[in-house]
C-alpha cells in the first residue's frame, strides 16, 4: 500500500508562521518573565503584524495551492489577511488606553490577538472544510478567552460564557454539515464538492442541501446573521472595547469570506438555489438590526446591533453573485473595519481605570470638551451611516450596485430604507456630542500615543476610500479570479 504525502507549500502560510511564531515568542515570554514589560510585549505584537502584513503583500498576484489541496494561495485570501491584519495592528493600538493598561496589557493577551488573526486568515484561504473548521475554532477559542479578560467584571465574564456556550453550538451546526456534505460528496475538498453539486444539478439531493444549510447556520451565529444574532449585543457589551471592536470586524469578515468561498466557488452555479433564503436573511438581518439599534441607550450595544445591521449590507453583496459581487464585499469589510474599530476605538479613548463610558449621554460635549475625539467619533459616525463622503457611502454604493446588475432591486430598495433608519441612531450621537452640554466634573486625560495612531489610521482611512474608492475595486476586482 502506497502512501501520498501532500506537497507542503511552506511559501502559502508565510504570513500564517509570523502570526505564529510570534504568538509562541509572546506566550514564552509571559512564561519567563514574572514581571512583564507591557511596552516590549506591545512592540513585539505590532512587528509581528507588521511582518505578517509584508510577507502578505510579497505573495500578492500568486495563484498557488498547498497542503494537499487544503490551502489556497490567490487573490482572495490574500486580500481577506491584509483586511484581518489591518484590524489587528488597530486592535492593539487601541489597546493601549487608559483602562486596558491598568490590567490587561500582558504579553497572553497579545498573543491571543495573533492566534486569533491566524484563525482568520486560515479561513480565508481554507479550501477544504477540516482546514476552515481548524480555522474557525482557532479564532473562536483567542476570542473566547479575549473577551473574558476582565476577570473582576460580572459583564465581561458573562460575555465570554455567553459566547463560549453559543459558540459550541455554532461549531455543532458546522461539523454536521462537514458530515452530510462528506457522506453526499465522499470528500471534503471544496472543488471536489463543486463537481458532485455540478453532476446532481438536474435531481435535487437532500443530503448536500441539508449539509450546506447546517453550513449556513455555523456561519450565520459567528457573522450574526438574523436568527442567530442573540449573543451579539451581549456580548460586545462585556468584552473590552478593543476586543468587542476586533470581534465585529476581523470575526465577520473571516466568516464572510468562508461562506463566499463556499457558496459561490464551490456551489458554483448551484448558488442561484439558495439565493431565496439568502436574500431573505439579508432583509431580515438590516431591518432587526437596525429597528433594534434605533432604541439603544448604550453606545457598545447601539454599535452591537449596527454590526448585525452591516452584516445583512455586506450579504446583499453576497447575494448578488456577479462579477462585482466579491470586491464589493472586501471593500465593504475593509471599509466596515476602519470605521467601526475607530467608533469602539473612541470608547476605549474615554475609558478611565473605574471603567468604560457607554450611555450615549455620556458624550454630551464631547465635540467642545475633546474636539479631536468629538470629531473623530462624529466621522466614524457619518461612515458607518452611509453618508458621503466617508469610505460607509461609498461601500454601500458598491454592494448595492452588484445587486442591482443581478436584478435584485427590491432588496437595495429596502436597503436604502434600512441606511436612512440608521441615520436616525448614529446622528443622535453627534448631536449629543455637540448639541449638549458636557459633563461637570469629568476628568479630561492625555490620549495615549499608540491609541491616537489607531484612531489616526482608522479616521484617514475612512476619509481615503471615501474619496478614492475606485482605484481599490479594481484592485481587488482584478486580483479576485478564482470566484469569477
Not at 454 to 466: D, H, N, P, S
Amino acid at each position: 500500500m502506497s502512501v501520498q504525502i501532500p506537497a507542503l507549500n511552506w511559501t502559502s502560510i508565510a504570513p500564517h508562521m509570523a502570526l505564529a511564531a510570534g504568538g509562541i515568542v509572546l506566550l514564552m515570554l509571559a512564561i519567563s518573565r514574572r514581571r512583564q514589560d507591557t511596552a516590549l510585549a506591545f512592540t513585539f505584537a505590532l512587528a509581528s503584524v507588521a511582518l505578517a502584513f509584508m510577507l502578505a503583500l510579497r505573495l500578492w498576484g500568486r495563484q498557488e495551492v498547498g497542503f494537499g489541496g487544503m490551502l489556497a494561495l490567490d487573490g482572495f485570501g490574500t486580500s481577506f489577511s491584509l483586511v484581518f491584519l489591518l484590524g489587528a495592528a488597530v486592535a492593539i493600538l487601541l489597546s493601549a488606553n487608559h483602562l486596558e493598561r491598568s490590567y490587561l496589557l500582558y504579553p497572553d493577551y497579545f498573543a491571543l490577538i495573533l492566534f486569533a488573526t491566524l484563525g482568520m486568515m486560515f479561513l480565508a484561504s481554507a479550501t477544504n472544510l477540516v482546514m476552515m473548521f481548524l480555522g474557525l475554532e482557532t479564532l473562536s477559542v483567542s476570542l473566547y478567552v479575549l473577551a473574558g479578560q476582565r476577570r473582576t467584571d460580572p459583564h465581561s465574564l458573562e460575555a465570554a460564557l455567553k459566547y463560549f456556550l453559543l459558540g459550541a453550538f455554532a461549531t455543532a451546526f458546522f461539523l454536521l454539515g462537514v458530515a452530510l456534505l462528506y457522506g453526499a460528496c465522499g470528500s471534503l475538498a471544496l472543488a471536489q464538492i463543486g463537481q458532485a453539486l455540478a453532476q446532481d444539478g438536474s435531481r435535487p439531493n437532500a443530503l448536500l442541501a441539508f449539509g450546506f444549510l447546517m453550513l449556513l447556520i455555523g456561519f450565520g451565529f459567528k457573522i450574526a446573521l438574523v436568527p442567530f444574532h442573540m449573543w451579539t449585543p451581549d456580548v460586545y457589551h462585556g468584552a473590552p472595547a478593543p476586543i468587542s471592536g476586533f470581534m465585529a470586524t476581523g470575526s465577520k469578515a473571516a466568516a464572510f469570506a468562508a461562506l463566499v468561498r463556499l457558496f459561490l466557488g464551490a456551489a458554483g452555479g448551484s448558488a442561484a438555489q439558495w439565493t431565496d433564503l439568502l436574500w431573505l436573511l439579508a432583509v431580515l438581518t438590516m431591518t432587526a438590526g437596525n429597528v433594534i439599534a434605533v432604541v439603544q441607550d448604550n453606545v457598545k450595544r447601539m454599535l452591537a446591533y449596527s454590526s448585525i445591521a452591516h452584516a445583512g449590507y455586506v450579504l446583499t453583496g453576497v447575494v448578488a453573485a456577479n462579477e462585482l459581487s466579491v470586491p464589493s464585499v472586501i471593500f465593504y469589510l475593509l471599509a466596515y473595519t476602519l470605521m467601526n474599530l475607530g467608533a469602539f476605538g473612541v470608547v476605549a479613548a474615554l475609558s478611565t481605570r473605574e471603567g468604560e463610558r457607554q450611555e450615549i449621554s455620556r458624550y454630551a460635549g464631547l465635540g467642545h470638551t475633546q474636539p479631536a475625539l468629538g470629531a473623530a467619533m462624529a466621522l466614524f459616525m457619518f461612515s458607518l451611516a452611509g453618508i458621503p463622503p466617508t469610505a460607509g457611502f461609498m461601500a454601500k454604493l458598491y454592494v448595492f450596485n452588484a445587486a442591482l446588475k443581478s436584478g435584485y432591486l427590491w432588496l437595495v430598495i429596502l436597503g436604502v430604507v434600512n441606511s436612512m433608519v440608521s441615520v436616525y441612531y448614529y446622528l443622535r450621537v453627534v448631536v449629543y456630542l455637540y448639541m449638549r452640554d458636557p459633563e461637570e466634573g469629568v476628568a479630561i486625560a492625555p490620549l495615549p500615543r499608540g491609541l491616537a495612531v489607531g484612531l489616526a489610521i482608522c479616521g484617514l482611512g475612512v476619509l481615503w476610500f471615501g474619496v478614492y474608492p475606485a482605484s481599490a475595486v479594481d484592485f481587488l476586482r482584478r486580483a479576485v479570479m478564482l470566484l469569477g
